[in-house]
T-cell receptor, first 116, second 111 residues
């Protein structure tokens, strides 16, 4: 398994500003993922962060809005840029660990973002 | 693309009964399916994985079935307890690494 921490746990931000969320893992992992979970909804994958290369973004998400860094195998950041109230959501990072030919994902506790 | 459906209505049951949650999917033949538990304000926690060649998987009071013909998985919690109250998500692999999650079913176990 993996233990994942995120900072901040929650924040209230003003429209037009940016917030950077940090994700720290207790072991080295190849792939880290960033998800968004809007109120009452399921998880939507924003992007996959690979160390040493640019993040891979899912349809509907762009690097200018959600820049991601992955400086090493235990750490990643997601920035939510030029925020609007529609960005209010829970942001989660996760890692995939392989076991028996299948990947299991382990999630951080999430960052609850409210944009006013 | 892959579509996963879970009952959006909360399941409300009496303590001690068996809870059964359903996950249906379309447009894909996954090699395996996963179930996660999510508590309010927390990230999902992995519970069980079942492969396409497995009909049933058990872990303590949890049981998962996987019917690839019906494209359905059932998740059972026997002898349910109030502490089992949470949202349960099923997830399927799409492509080489992407997990697609269902919207989840909220379970409420009354004491």
């Amino acid at each position: 398994s993996a233990v994942i921490s995120q900072k901040p746990s929650r924040d209230i931000c003003q429209r037009g500003t940016s917030l950077t969320i940090q994700c720290q893992v207790d072991s080295q992992v190849t792939m880290m993922f960033w998800y968004r979970q809007q109120p009452g909804q399921s998880l939507t994958l924003i992007a996959t962060a690979n160390q040493g290369s640019e993040a891979t973004y899912e349809s509907g998400f762009v690097i200018d809005k959600f820049p991601i860094s992955r400086p090493n195998l235990t750490f990643s950041t997601l920035t939510v840029s030029n925020m609007s109230p529609e960005d209010s959501s829970i942001y989660l990072c996760s890692v995939a660990l392989a076991s028996g030919g299948a990947d299991t994902q382990y999630f951080g506790p999430g960052t609850r973002l409210t944009v006013l | 693309s892959q579509k996963i459906e879970q009952n959006s209505e909360a399941l409300n049951i009496q303590e001690g009964k068996t809870a059964t949650l359903t996950c249906n999917y379309t447009n894909y033949s996954p090699a395996y399916l996963q179930w996660y538990r999510q508590d309010p304000g927390r990230g999902p926690v992995f519970l069980l994985l079942i492969r396409e060649n497995e009909k049933e998987k058990r872990k303590e009071r949890l049981k998962v079935t996987f019917d690839t013909t019906l494209k359905q998985s059932l998740f059972h919690i026997t002898a349910s307890q109030p502490a089992d109250s949470a949202t349960y998500l099923c997830a399927l692999r799409e492509g080489s690494y992407k997990l697609i999650f269902g919207s989840g079913t909220r379970l409420l176990v009354r004491p």
